[in-house]
């Protein structure tokens, strides 16, 4: 299995700023993606993390809004720009060898006043 | 729209019975399914999947059916354990997604010693 860790694990941030979180793998993934966790409302992915290349987003989410780096396979960053109390959420970073075997980070616990 | 539902909100029972959770979805093209474990304060873990080819798949007391016609799904936990305790999603996905799941909301378990 793989290990995957973030940091922050939580922050209280001010409307306005930014945040980014880090996502560190121990080993070899072939895919990285970023997902959010909304109160009461189920993991959704935010986009698919590509290495040295720009991130592939699904619909709703943005490249200005939720930037996100991947300049190697075991690492790879997400910011949440221009922050709302919307913005509220857990944010996961998983990394897969297949389908079987998506592992997650401990999450991102972000709270914007 | 939601694709994958987990339409009961929480379940609790007794220590030694069994648990069933359940779990729908509307897109036909899924044709992998997978549940996922989360623990309060960390990421979700694998816990077992099946592919839309077979209908039963366990692992030791966990096991999951496929009813592809209803497209539903179920988790049985035999016999439950407190440790069991934790909010269980469901994850969903289609062929050349590239390991993209699409989750339901999740099922706060409890049981009771």
């Known amino acids: 299995s793989a290990v995957i860790s973030q940091k922050p694990s939580r922050d209280i941030c001010q409307r306005g700023t930014s945040l980014t979180i880090q996502c560190q793998v121990d080993?070899?993934?072939?895919?990285m993606f970023w997902y959010r966790q909304q109160p009461g409302q189920s993991l959704t992915l935010i986009a698919t993390?590509?290495?040295?290349?720009?991130?592939?987003?699904e619909s709703g989410f943005v490249i200005d809004k939720f930037p996100i780096s991947r300049p190697n396979l075991t690492f790879s960053t997400l910011t949440v720009s221009n922050m709302s109390p919307e913005d509220s959420s857990i944010y996961l970073c998983s990394g897969t060898r297949g389908i079987t075997e998506a592992f997650f980070g401990q999450g991102t616990r972000l709270t914007v006043v | 729209d939601q694709q994958v539902k987990q339409n009961s909100p929480s379940l609790s029972v007794q220590e030694g019975r069994i648990s069933i959770l359940n779990c729908d979805y509307t897109?036909?093209?899924?044709?992998?399914f997978l549940w996922y474990k989360k623990y309060p304060a960390e990421g979700p873990t694998f816990l077992i999947s099946?592919?839309?080819?077979?209908d039963k798949n366990e692992d030791g007391r966990f096991t999951v059916f496929l009813n592809k016609s209803a497209k539903h799904l179920s988790l049985h936990i035999v016999p439950s354990q407190p440790g069991d305790s934790a909010v269980y999603f469901c994850a969903a996905s289609a062929p050349g997604a590239n390991s993209k799941l699409t989750f339901g909301k999740g099922i706060t378990l409890s049981v009771r010693p």
């Open positions: 099946i592919s839309s080819i077979k």
């Open positions: 897109n036909s093209m899924f044709d992998y």
């Open positions: 080993s070899q993934v072939t895919m």
């Open positions: 993390a590509n290495q040295g290349s720009e991130a592939t987003y």
